[in-house]
């Protein structure tokens, strides 16, 4: 059954929070929370429209972090409902973020992979120039980035190579090789 979002922004990251809440986040600063994906609220973050593309839930602190493609912005909210825009320390886009073994992982433009503890101080793990990162996953003590790169920087409709990259500690990546994106 289709239900109403509460908002006309188009909606781009999900996550489930505590005590199975939901929240979205997607263009023009669109925050929505549900307690029973039915019902959705929309929720507010003081500043300049932010495109957020991705957002993540900290089971352990109870911290929601959503990362943007907007000027270096993201946001927190210690409970999904009270948001504050931050700085997530590179003009990057964002595009992917999630929390696995203590970090919030995120992942975006030119092979961006940063950690973070709170979601406040982020450190750079790799950059790879031409990468684009867009979405990161764990599972089987392994984790994954995934995106692609092109394969003629000089020459875009030669297409992109998916990757995948791989790590077991979330610090050291190794990069994988899928297809071409044509």
Same mark, same amino acid.
């Given at each position: 059954t289709a239900r109403t979002s509460n908002t006309v922004a188009n909606l781009r990251g999900f996550t /489930? &929070?505590?005590g199975g809440s939901f929240v979205a986040v997607g263009a023009n600063s #669109?925050? /929505?929370t549900s307690t029973n994906g039915i019902t959705w609220v929309l929720r507010s973050v003081a500043g300049p429209a932010i495109s957020f593309t991705s957002v993540a839930y900290h089971p352990a602190t109870g911290q929601y972090i959503a990362v943007s493609t907007t000027n270096n912005? $993201? #946001? *927190?909210s210690a409970? &999904?409902? *009270?948001? *504050?825009a931050g700085s997530s320390g590179t003009s990057l886009n964002l595009y992917g973020v999630r929390h696995v073994d203590g970090l919030?992982? #995120? /992942? &975006?433009?030119f092979g961006m992979i940063r950690n973070s503890l709170a979601g $406040? &101080?982020?450190t750079s793990l790799t950059i790879t120039m031409d990468m684009e990162l867009r979405g990161l996953a764990h599972g089987n003590s392994r984790y994954v980035a995934v995106g692609s790169y092109p394969n003629d920087p000089a020459d875009p409709a030669k297409g992109r190579t998916s990757v995948a990259l791989t790590s077991s500690d979330g610090m050291s990546f190794v990069l994988g090789k899928t297809d071409v994106i044509n």
């Open positions: /489930v &929070g505590s #669109a925050i /929505v912005r $993201l #946001a *927190t409970d &999904g409902i *009270t948001w *504050t919030f992982i #995120a /992942v &975006g433009d $406040l &101080g982020w």
